[in-house]
């Protein structure tokens, strides 16, 4: 076998190891993280000390409904050190809510709710928004994530 025949079978085994080692460390991590990573919508799955946020995406705004039966627009209302599970639908068109300082993001689906679990850690003002384009103004579907 000469070198080049050797050396290219070498580097092609340490590309496909590095490979299977990244592979086998997401996977880990995905089935460590299930509860963050959007699932179709089932009470059963949610955390016990959970507070359900009813997420609803429309055309071109988000409407949060808390469990006291109070909504707000565009404005999510969560503490710091709680858990919450928002579980999100859509009126119209498919949207995606992302909250890029929790690494949160979900589908929203019309007739297909899922849902999403997570706690904030540090209090402050956090922007969320819409990252899939939805219609002439998808860029209004902004807001803002108050927690204190």
Same mark, same amino acid.
């Given at each position: 076998?000469?070198?080049? /025949?050797?050396?290219?079978?070498? +580097? @092609?085994?340490? %590309?496909?190891?590095?490979?299977?080692?990244?592979?086998?460390?997401?996977? *880990?991590?995905?089935?460590?993280?299930?509860?963050?990573?959007?699932?179709?919508?089932?009470?059963?799955?949610?955390?016990?000390?959970?507070?359900?946020?009813?997420?609803?995406?429309?055309?071109?705004?988000?409407?949060?409904?808390?469990?006291?039966?109070?909504?707000?627009?565009?404005?999510?209302? /969560?503490?710091?050190?709680?858990? +919450? @599970?928002?579980? %999100?639908?859509?009126?119209?068109?498919?949207?995606?809510?992302?909250?890029? *300082?929790?690494?949160?993001?979900?589908?929203?689906?019309?007739?297909?709710?899922?849902?999403?679990?997570?706690?904030?850690?540090?209090?402050?003002?956090?922007?969320?928004?819409?990252?899939?384009?939805?219609?002439?103004?998808?860029?209004?579907?902004?807001?803002?994530?108050?927690?204190?």
């Amino acid at each position: 076998m000469n070198s080049k /025949v050797k050396n290219e079978l070498i +580097y @092609t085994i340490v %590309v496909l190891a590095i490979l299977l080692v990244v592979a086998v460390i997401n996977v *880990n991590y995905i089935d460590g993280h299930k509860a963050n990573i959007a699932q179709p919508e089932n009470n059963s799955t949610v955390p016990a000390n959970s507070t359900i946020i009813k997420v609803t995406g429309y055309q071109w705004a988000w409407s949060f409904t808390y469990t006291n039966g109070t909504t707000s627009t565009d404005y999510l209302y /969560v503490t710091a050190g709680h858990t +919450y @599970t928002l579980q %999100v639908q859509s009126k119209d068109v498919i949207h995606d809510l992302l909250i890029p *300082n929790l690494g949160v993001q979900v589908y929203a689906v019309p007739g297909h709710p899922n849902q999403v679990t997570f706690e904030p850690t540090k209090q402050g003002t956090f922007i969320f928004e819409c990252v899939e384009y939805c219609g002439q103004d998808h860029y209004l579907m902004r807001g803002y994530m108050e927690v204190s």
